[in-house]
């Protein structure tokens, strides 16, 4: 298949391009760079020895996508291309709506014209918000959520769901990760976002190359065994992978289906750091201070019916996920 990957230099997109070129496949990137570089393209070719074509231009531009299309024969896309910094979306609203729900719909439209019937979006657990209980499962109510960007995601589920039953030979797989982290085992793809990062991992690799003092632990008063939040942390490549079997999938299914990407075990914070420092064997400066508005103390996912929809599940380690996270923040560090 050849696949448009918009938002494929990003941190899963580039994962998921490596790995779709490495299946035989086709892919067309199309980046605005806006939490992204370049660069990312030539390390794709390193790893993979195969260039992706690759379009800098923005998902709200209707005529840069229709180029795409008419250049390429695309036969589905994944769509990660959206702004994803949850503390930002609450200071910036009207940018996150602007952006995210403008770039689904006006991709949705440019694929109507020219009758691209498949698409994998970019979801995530955040659209189970606080009402559930974990282990969340597809069939749970997935309309809450705390911030603007999940609220980005909400939307953009029910405008995939109401788009499918106006044109129902249309296939959308709307994947809800948990929370991936980790690396390609070469170390030149990993998540490496602009400015101070805001999730853990990244955080944690930044400390311990030096560049950052020391890590906060947002809270150790949680309902959890240890106090501390529990997550469903994933592999960066497990979760790319997931995305070739959502398109396998849609390949030959109509219809719209929410499948989450999980291991359906919660890790806490305090376990994640311990990890890390064993199997990095270092020392992780870290404090505990306030909790961090907003978190719920623990959720991971029911990853049923992954296994049995699209043959997927998770397989690797807490251990692979925290060596190959620090074999990038070194590689970083080194810039
Ligand atoms: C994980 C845990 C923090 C930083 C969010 C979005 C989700 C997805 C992933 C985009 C929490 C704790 C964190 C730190 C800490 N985003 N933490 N110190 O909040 O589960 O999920 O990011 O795709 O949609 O909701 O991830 O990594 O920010 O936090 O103690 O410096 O680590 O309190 O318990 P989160 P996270």
Redesign the pocket.
Same mark, same amino acid.
């Given at each position: 298949m050849k696949v448009l990957v918009t938002g494929g230099a990003g941190y899963i997109g580039s994962h998921t391009v490596v790995e779709l070129l490495q299946a035989g496949h086709e892919a067309v990137v199309l980046d605005d760079l806006s939490n992204a570089q370049a660069d990312v393209i030539n390390r794709i070719e390193t790893i993979t020895g195969r260039r992706p074509a690759f379009y800098e231009n923005d998902c709200k531009d209707a005529d840069a996508l229709r180029r795409v299309f008419r250049e390429h024969e695309i036969d589905a896309v994944i769509h990660f291309a959206a702004y994803?910094a949850?503390g930002e979306s609450v200071r910036e609203p009207l940018k996150y709506y602007r952006n995210n729900l403008d770039s689904a719909i006006t991709l949705l439209e440019v694929m109507e014209e020219v009758g691209c019937r498949k698409l994998v979006f970019s979801s995530?657990? !955040?659209v189970y918000g606080p009402e559930n209980e974990a282990p969340y499962r597809e069939d749970m109510p997935a309309l809450q959520t705390s911030n603007p960007?999940?609220w980005t995601k909400v939307m953009i589920e029910r405008i995939l769901k109401d788009y499918v039953t106006a044109h129902p030979d249309f296939c959308a797989i709307l994947l809800r990760?948990f929370?991936p982290i980790g690396a390609h085992e070469s170390g030149l793809l990993g998540d490496d976002p602009n400015g101070i990062p805001?999730?853990?991992?990244p955080?944690i690799g930044r400390v311990a190359a030096g560049q950052l003092e020391k890590?906060?632990?947002?809270?150790d008063d949680y309902p959890t065994p240890d106090g !501390?939040?529990q997550?469903d942390y994933l592999h960066v490549v497990d979760l790319a992978v997931g995305h070739l079997r959502a398109l396998e999938y849609a390949a030959d299914h109509e219809g719209a289906e929410a499948i989450n990407l999980g291991t359906g075990h919660g890790v806490s914070?305090l376990e994640l750091v311990n990890a890390f420092q064993k199997v990095n064997e270092l020392t992780l400066p870290y404090v505990i201070g306030p909790r961090?508005d907003g978190?719920l103390p623990a959720f991971w996912a029911d990853p049923t019916k992954a296994k049995e929809v699209l043959g997927w599940e998770a397989t690797h380690t807490l251990e692979d996920m925290c060596r190959s996270s620090w074999l990038y923040a070194k590689n970083c560090a080194r810039k």
């Open positions: 994803k949850v995530s657990a !955040t960007y999940g990760y929370n805001n999730n853990l991992m955080y890590l906060t632990i947002f809270g !501390t939040c997550r914070v961090r978190d």
